[in-house]
């Protein structure tokens, strides 16, 4: 990235203070009011010395007149010339107490505020990408990996906190002790200070030859640091199928190479960044050396600066070649977290394609049907998921979809609900373009039931309820009856304050199936998605299911997608689809007449069975 491109992505992550004007404000006068203190307190080491061997308290040397007249302004107004040796060191002494109390004082207030800006930034931060995400349509989820969803909401977002937070204290805090400790060497003698600072521009050309590499590691570190978590979550989900398969010395090959992976790349990373810091050591020690003879000479030979006044001016160049070293690093500081940037912002940018048009009117149900204009449909330019998509369905019809699988089966019912918008043709509901409805109105009258039923680590009634806030216990406990759940509901350890285990682990198959059929007549909807699932479930399971499907289908307009057709004879509608395309349609009894897919597919699973 050019040095234009960093500048714009830094002041992009800096917008993240706006609305912490005030708190920002405090935590520059706190870090000013640090460096200021932390400088004088070693200015102190002067008067002290000079007290202490029997000299002017607040003589310098001959060109040390500003010094001078500070800590006239200062010491001065504490200690007196007619005071005796020992009540002087006394007093001098309990001034620098002071001097350590406001420094550490402004010193705490710094660190307070800084940590509270930081936190203030990461809630808000995450809080805008988590929104995002939530707004992004199932094609961004459908190409990104969940680990890397997962990794840079949380540890690109720790990063991109200390970027916004940390780095710029610490920047902050670095330019005032800069300043601070410049302006009171100048005070002390300009001679010695032009020698103090020769070796600056070599300890910045340090750490800048090293930048651009840092960058391009630090993003490859987090990009591997992603891949793990997405290998780990990845496992943990299909745990069942790692043991079934006996493949965990597998797992275990594969998870050590991406660690070992990381763990070269970060250490690479690290090596180039440690070498710096002995670097710009070496060239510190050399200033500091240089800062020995010179001033020696001043103070043995020229006469022009006390010894105190010598011992000072060492102590607080000290306390400007740290803050010197730490701004000279901050371009490879900050990388990790521009490279989390980076990443973070790439989440933001992506489009929310799925949108509410202006003006766009609520749903509130189907009172004539819905059809399907010349639907086209695809992922991926070029190539089509669903073509010439030709249908009506009327109010209060059910309508099913078989077909092989990958016939366009799951995707035509995703445009119903508004997952996707169709890339030709239209779809309307009662007349009216279904892009024209807001979405919230839209979903919020369709019920879906899916293949992989969803259930969160939360409580049963609250799974039941998911979206139906205002929901009463007697509304839960009712549409567990419909969908014959209630009796193994009863019997869970704690009825329906039972907190399920992710995914719904504690539950059986159907068990499950029927939670998410409960969750669905509680919404009541007057549109019902049905993937029907019982393939996988026992017999008793599969028909308890059923009976509750029954319960759920009357009066509603559904669509379902059957894998067992034995479950569909009775559907209004019956859509054969191949690659993409409806290639035949009518009651399952017209359908058996004719020669045709639906016949095959009927025949195979009848001969299965």
């Excluded at 002087?88 to 505020?113: E, H, T, W």
């Excluded at 969940?146 to 977002?157: E, Y």
């Excluded at 204290?169 to 032009?194: C, G, K, M, P």
């Excluded at 059929?517 to 029907?532: G, H, K, Q």
């Amino acid at each position: 990235m050019s040095v234009r491109g960093e500048a714009r992505l830094y002041w992009r992550v800096l917008r993240y203070l706006g609305g912490y004007e005030g708190l920002l404000a405090l935590a520059i006068l706190a870090t000013m009011g640090f460096a200021f203190f932390d400088a004088f307190s070693l200015v102190m080491l002067i008067p002290f010395l000079n007290a202490l061997f029997g000299d002017a308290p607040l003589e310098v040397g001959s060109d040390g007149s500003g010094m001078e007249w500070l800590l006239a302004q200062t010491v001065g107004r504490v200690v007196t010339p007619d005071m005796t040796p020992q009540d002087l060191l006394l007093g001098i002494i309990l001034f620098m107490l002071g001097v350590f109390a406001l420094k550490n004082l402004c010193d705490f207030l710094k660190r307070y505020l800084v940590s509270r800006l930081e936190q203030s930034v990461t809630r808000d931060l995450r809080n805008e990408v988590y929104g995002h995400l939530l707004d992004l349509d199932l094609r961004f989820f459908g190409r990104t990996r969940a680990g890397q969803v997962i990794s840079r909401l949380t540890g690109d977002a720790d990063l991109l906190r200390s970027l916004v937070t940390r780095n710029v204290a610490l920047a902050l805090t670095a330019v005032f002790r800069v300043i601070a400790a410049t302006a009171i060497l100048l005070s002390i003698s300009v001679e010695l200070t032009l020698v103090s600072l020769i070796v600056l521009p070599g300890i910045f050309l340090v750490w800048g030859r090293v930048v651009r590499r840092l960058r391009r590691g630090d993003r490859r570190v987090l990009n591997l640091s992603g891949e793990v978590s997405s290998h780990i979550q990845e496992t943990v989900s299909g745990i069942r199928l790692v043991k079934a398969a006996a493949a965990e010395d597998a797992e275990r090959r594969r998870f050590g190479a991406l660690t070992q992976d990381y763990f070269r790349t970060y250490l690479r990373n690290e090596k180039l960044r440690a070498a710096t810091g002995p670097l710009s050591e070496m060239l510190a020690a050399l200033g500091t050396l240089l800062l020995l003879w010179y001033g020696s000479r001043m103070v043995l030979v020229d006469g022009a600066l006390t010894g105190a006044a010598f011992i000072g001016f060492l102590g607080v160049s000290m306390q400007l070649y740290s803050p010197a070293k730490e701004l000279s690093r901050l371009p490879a500081t900050i990388q990790p977290g521009l490279a989390a940037a980076e990443r973070v912002f790439e989440f933001l940018d992506a489009p929310i394609e799925i949108t509410d048009t202006p003006g766009a009117r609520p749903f509130t149900g189907l009172a004539d049907g819905i059809r399907f204009e010349s639907v086209e449909f695809h992922y991926v330019e070029g190539e089509p998921v669903l073509r010439d998509i030709d249908l009506e369905v009327a109010a209060g019809e059910v309508v099913a979809l078989v077909g092989p699988s990958g016939s366009g089966k799951t995707t035509l019912v995703d445009l119903v609900a508004r997952f996707y918008d169709p890339t030709g043709g239209r779809i309307t509901f009662d007349g009216v373009d279904l892009r024209e409805y807001g979405i919230a109105s839209l979903r919020s009258n369709l019920g879906i039931v899916t293949q992989e039923t969803v259930l969160f680590h939360d409580t049963v009634r609250a799974n039941i309820a998911y979206g139906m806030g205002d929901a009463s216990d007697a509304d839960v406990e009712r549409a567990a009856r419909a969908a014959h759940a209630h009796d193994f509901i009863r019997a869970l350890p704690e009825s329906y304050g039972t907190v399920l285990g992710e995914r719904g682990t504690r539950l059986s198959g159907g068990q499950r199936q029927r939670i998410a059929i409960a969750r669905a007549i509680l919404r009541d909807p007057p549109i019902l998605i049905f993937d029907e699932a019982t393939s996988a479930l026992d017999s008793e399971s599969e028909r308890l299911v059923q009976v509750a499907v029954a319960e759920l289908l009357q009066g509603r307009t559904v669509f379902v997608i059957a894998h067992r057709l034995s479950t569909i004879q009775h559907a209004d509608q019956i859509l054969v689809l191949r690659e993409g395309r409806i290639v035949d349609t009518g009651r399952h009894d017209e359908l058996i007449a004719r020669d045709g897919t639906y016949r095959y597919l009927y025949e195979l699973q009848t001969s299965e069975a």
